[in-house]
Antibody, heavy 123, light 109 residues
Framework: QVQLHESGPGLVKPSETLSLTCTVS????????WSWIRQPPGKGLEWIGY???????NYNPSLENRITISVDKSKNQFSLRLTSTTAADTAVYYC?????????????????WGRGTLVTVSS | QSVLTQPPSASATPGQRVTISCSGS????????ASWYQHLPGTAPKLLVL???QRPSGVPDRFSGSKSGTSVSLAISGLRSEDEGDYFC???????????FGGGTKLIV
């Protein structure tokens, strides 16, 4: 079955850029929307943004000035870049697939998730 | 902290039924669908319920969802030890323009 796997550095220095990649296995990245979600230690989950296989993106307004999500169809991967990091960006980062695609996002849901990867922002 | 409110924990014995609540507002659950996820230790979160009360293929009918006003609930019947883990709800918020999450409920069986 289709699986998602997050990869990237587990430690990032403050003010540097956090970069993560999600690899889609046993399935195609095409036709779907792909998302990043994070959970700081002891806190709730936060949606970061999504990318469509065509490259169209939509970001959480609270983070949109610092994030870029992109897709590489040739590698069946999508990526997250988060700039100007602080300790507050320390979190488990999950990649997930969105489904439904009705005109209104109110019916969309995350039908597939990765296991997540912990990224610590510290000097 | 989390936009959607869930009890931090719930417990029941094997074979029993447990219900987990998720409370929101008119801008999220009140006007949009909600979904439920199971997150067992060391695994990826798994979709249990979509559009308030629909189960994806492969999810046992022991898991069921319902909605009333600005709240949704997840019921698990015939509890098994392997059901022990975290459960959280998600909904789109029209005011925040983001998906919002419940804080998660740790189920102890």
């Amino acid at each position: 079955q289709v699986q998602l796997h997050e990869s990237g550095p587990g430690l990032v220095k403050p003010s540097e850029t956090l970069s993560l990649t999600c690899t889609v296995s046993n399935g195609s990245i095409s036709v779907y929307y792909w998302s990043w979600i994070r959970q700081p230690p002891g806190k709730g989950l936060e949606w970061i943004g999504y990318v469509y296989y065509s490259g169209h993106t939509n970001y959480n307004p609270s983070l949109e000035n610092r994030i870029t999500i992109s897709v590489d169809k040739s590698k069946n991967q999508f990526s997250l870049r988060l700039t100007s990091t602080t300790a507050a960006d320390t979190a488990v980062y999950y990649c997930a697939r969105l489904s439904d695609y009705s005109p209104h996002k109110g019916s969309w849901y995350f039908d597939l998730w990765g296991r997540g990867t912990l990224v610590t922002v510290s000097s | 902290q989390s936009v959607l409110t869930q009890p931090p924990s719930a417990s029941a014995t094997p074979g029993q039924r447990v219900t987990i609540s998720c409370s929101g507002s008119g801008s999220n659950i009140g006007s949009n669908f909600a979904s439920w996820y199971q997150h067992l230790p060391g695994t990826a979160p798994k979709l249990l319920v979509l559009r308030n009360n629909q189960r994806p293929s492969g999810v046992p009918d022991r898991f069921s969802g319902s909605k009333s006003g600005t709240s949704v609930s997840l019921a698990i019947s015939g509890l098994r030890s392997e059901d022990e883990g975290d459960y959280f709800c998600v909904s789109w918020d029209d005011s925040l323009n983001t998906w919002v999450f419940g804080g998660g409920t740790k189920l102890i069986v």
